[in-house]
């Protein structure tokens, strides 16, 4: 659940500012391009600090009692995933031939319309942004540890589980954990491809 919260509001978040950045000519663009490319990787464990100092007591949204709970995981995760989904995003529908555009202006559609059109025609480039965030955040660690605690039962997921039962010597459930890890992102990819086929 925290997982596909944070893909969502990545997918939202992302998905729409990469749209506006493509779509929108502006000054600084390129730089804004770059910095968006320079924080796909963002380091994990940075994010987790940044989020937790944000949430802690004497934090700016300390207020919001956020700290180790789920909505302090799936914030984390959104940070992490969103600038993926925006400079994939942005890479797809710069990709797609400005004659498409064009076309659709000359037969009378709006800017929105036109706009709409080169989304339509990026769309299996946008929903591979989506399943690389997904993939970005579904083995992370790092930041919902430290902003979750892994508390048993409220904040504690399978990434931080295995981490848990590795250091407790338990190596074959932390195997086991991490191949219905790997086999619940295997079907979700295989889930978007399928929706990617009947879109096609």
Do not use: C
Not at 155 to 171: A, D, E, H, K
């Amino acid at each position: 659940m925290v997982s596909g919260s944070a893909v969502a509001l990545a997918a939202i978040l992302g998905g729409s500012l990469g749209i506006w950045i493509a779509m929108t000519p502006f000054r600084g663009r390129r730089l804004l391009i770059n910095v968006l490319n320079t924080m796909m990787g963002l380091p994990p464990v940075v994010v987790g600090l940044v989020v937790y100092l944000w949430l802690s007591r004497r934090g700016p949204l300390g207020a919001l009692h956020l700290l180790f709970t789920p909505g302090a995981m799936i914030l984390a995760q959104t940070i992490l995933a969103s600038p993926i989904v925006a400079a994939l995003t942005v890479s797809a529908l710069l990709s797609v031939d400005p004659k498409i555009r064009d076309k659709a202006i000359s037969l009378g559609a709006t800017e929105r319309q036109a706009a709409w059109v080169v989304v339509r025609e990026a769309r299996f480039a946008l929903m591979a942004a989506v399943i690389a965030g997904f993939g970005r955040v579904n083995g992370e660690v790092g930041a919902v540890m430290m902003v979750g605690g892994n508390i048993a039962g409220y904040t504690r997921v399978m990434t931080t589980t295995i981490v848990l039962v590795t250091s407790q010597g338990r190596f074959e459930l932390a195997i086991a954990l991490g191949l219905v890890l790997i086999g619940l992102a295997f079907l979700i990819n295989l889930l978007l491809q399928l929706l990617q086929g009947e879109g096609g």
